[in-house]
């Protein structure tokens, strides 16, 4: 690889840097952010120092994680925080996520205790994001003004190779404007962020597709899940006495609770076009899709509901795969939004599951519908879709 010696600038950091072909060739630039594309499988650090050295100097990057891709910037950094709020629009007593390259660097973060040393042993690197006292090093501006913070340390390599070579922990919410769903692609992400981020990463898409779960730490045992993802409540009392699902985990909280997770009182993944929940049995919730198929509506589907759909149904995979539903969803919400058509129909996912995968993907589906579920009769018949409107249910 020769160095052509030809220097670049790097948006509001201040600094120039030489780049070599193959930087030159994957650095493409959109608005003044720079897109590097790097091989999860295959890269060196040297790919991700101009990465790093944004964050280490005050700069936004987008990176991919095993969950959902991230916006981050140094945590340890108030104004650099505050720029993240800016970027996504996201309102500042909603609390950042702080990740570390590896368990043991939370100390200097949060107060630990041996629950958080069994959780981290199990679970990290991981998709587990663990509440605990924060410490002073990380500034309130980063926590949403609170006293605790939240800690995970991603498995994703590239992640976790730009927070050790960074040297600082990086804070980060999912990349995506405020309220939008996720960002699992550095496409999707580069929608929201060009202009905004100074680098994004593309790591190829994210491999679980849903956030983290979220738990707070409540005794020597015990924790609160907070928001359920690919660490399920069973995974969780492996290792924990006592595992409490928090009511904003499965659905909304009453007006007049404090939410234990400030992120949760915000309208959260939603499409700019409304969606609906349909329940009902599996051969009335296809009939239903198939009538509002044929009036235009835009359905997100299982495999197996397809043939009688017809038209251009986006799948999640089949009805018994939640990993693949999970890996999916936010990718299918946003192709949802670019289609023609002006109402999102998706099944009810199976919430029985007392805070697994269904839990998860509940969790999410709910918000994006702000609450809107109709039910499905036989024949395609429906209990009200609100002649043209969505019908909500709370
Ligand atoms: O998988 C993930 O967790 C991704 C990737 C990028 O790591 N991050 C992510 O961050 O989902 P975000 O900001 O989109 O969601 C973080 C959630 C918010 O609902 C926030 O309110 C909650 O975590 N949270 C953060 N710190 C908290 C704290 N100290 N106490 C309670 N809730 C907290
Ligand atoms: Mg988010």
């Known amino acids: 690889m020769t160095d052509t010696g030809e220097e670049r600038h790097i948006r509001g950091q201040g600094q120039t840097k030489r780049l070599t072909d193959r930087e030159l060739f994957e650095s493409r630039r959109f608005s003044g952010t720079a897109y590097i594309t790097v091989d999860r499988d295959s890269f060196t650090d040297g790919e991700l120092l101009i ?30 925080a505050e720029k993240i709020y800016r970027a996504k629009g996201r309102p500042s007593d909603n609390p950042l996520i702080i990740h570390v390259s590896s368990p043991s660097e939370t100390e200097k973060y949060a107060v630990t ?28 501006t980063a926590t949403g003004g609170l006293e605790t913070v939240a800690v995970r340390c991603p498995s994703h390599p590239i ?18 404007i405020s309220g939008r769903p996720s960002a699992t692609s550095a496409e999707f992400a580069l929608r929201d962020f060009a202009g905004r981020a100074d680098v994004i990463i ?63 009182k915000y309208r959260h993944y939603a499409p700019s076009k409304p969606l609906a929940l349909v329940r009902g049995d599996m051969n009335s919730r296809t009939a239903f899709f198939a009538e509002q198929a044929k009036r235009g509506g835009i359905i997100i589907c299982y495999d197996e509901q397809l043939p009688q759909i017809g038209g251009e149904a986006i799948s ?15 990718s299918a919400l946003r192709r949802a939004d670019a289609m023609p058509g002006d109402r999102i129909f998706a099944n009810m996912p199976p ?23 109709v039910t499905a009769g036989p024949g395609g018949s429906a209990d009200d879709v609100g002649g043209g409107q969505p019908v909500s249910s709370r």
């Open 51 to 80: 990465a790093a050295k944004t964050v280490r100097s005050g700069g936004l990057c987008v990176f991919p994680t095993e969950t959902v891709y991230g916006i981050g910037a140094d945590a340890t950094d108030s104004r650099a």
């Open 113 to 140: 205790c041996p629950l958080y040393y069994r959780l981290a042993s199990q679970f990290m690197p991981g998709p587990l994001t663990v509440i605990m006292p924060k410490r002073e090093t990380i500034p309130k």
């Open 159 to 176: 992640a976790n190779a730009l927070i050790r070579l960074a040297g600082v922990p990086i804070a980060a919410p999912s990349a995506n």
């Open 202 to 264: 593309d790591g190829g898409d994210a491999d679980f597709g849903l956030e983290s779960t979220i738990v707070r730490i409540t005794g020597d045992d015990s924790v609160e899940l907070l928001r359920p993802g690919a660490v399920t409540r069973d995974a969780l009392l492996c290792v924990c006495g006592e595992v409490s699902v928090s009511p904003g985990a499965a659905g909304e909280l009453p007006a007049d609770e404090r939410p234990v997770c400030p992120g949760m």
């Open 316 to 330: 999640l995979g089949s009805e018994k795969d939640l990993l693949s539903q999970g890996h999916l969803l936010f």
């Open 351 to 373: 919430v029985e599951d007392g805070g697994g995968l269904g839990l998860a993907l509940y969790n999410r589906l709910i918000r994006a519908a702000a609450h809107t579920v």
